[in-house]
């Protein structure tokens, strides 16, 4: 249902731009956002979006990536900036709304020298 793009290898403090895009309309009242799952550590939520509602980052992000979606496109996109090592992870996008969700097939990001 939903298709992610935009991982590769990025050196500490470059920027990246990931992209998600669902195969049929999204609704504004679902979330949409990315989870990420670094090696060895639990999948963690990275930032989400509802249709008029503020966008929510987890901590560890916050200040660096910025969330957007564009509700007639049913596209979520996430811009990445000052990445750190520990920004290494496989990004998941999703969609929900109550008990239905959606998930992209995850995108690589490795932040190395």
């Known amino acids: 249902q939903l298709q992610a793009c935009g991982g590769g290898l990025v050196q500490p403090g470059g920027s990246l731009r990931l992209s998600c895009t669902a195969s049929?309309?999204?609704?504004?009242?679902?979330?949409m956002g990315w989870y990420r799952q670094a090696p060895g550590k639990e999948r963690e939520l990275v930032a989400s979006?509802?249709?008029?509602?503020?966008?929510t980052y987890a901590d560890s992000v916050s200040g660096r990536f910025t969330i957007s979606r564009d509700y007639a496109k049913s596209t979520v996109t996430l811009q990445m900036g000052s990445l750190t090592f520990e920004d290494t992870a496989v990004y998941y996008c999703?969609?929900?709304?109550?008990?239905?969700?959606?998930w992209g097939q995850g995108t690589l990001v490795t932040v190395s020298s």
């Open positions: 999703y969609a929900k709304y109550r008990v239905i969700e959606y």
């Open positions: 049929k309309s999204i609704s504004r009242t679902y979330t």
């Open positions: 979006l509802m249709g008029g509602q503020l966008p």
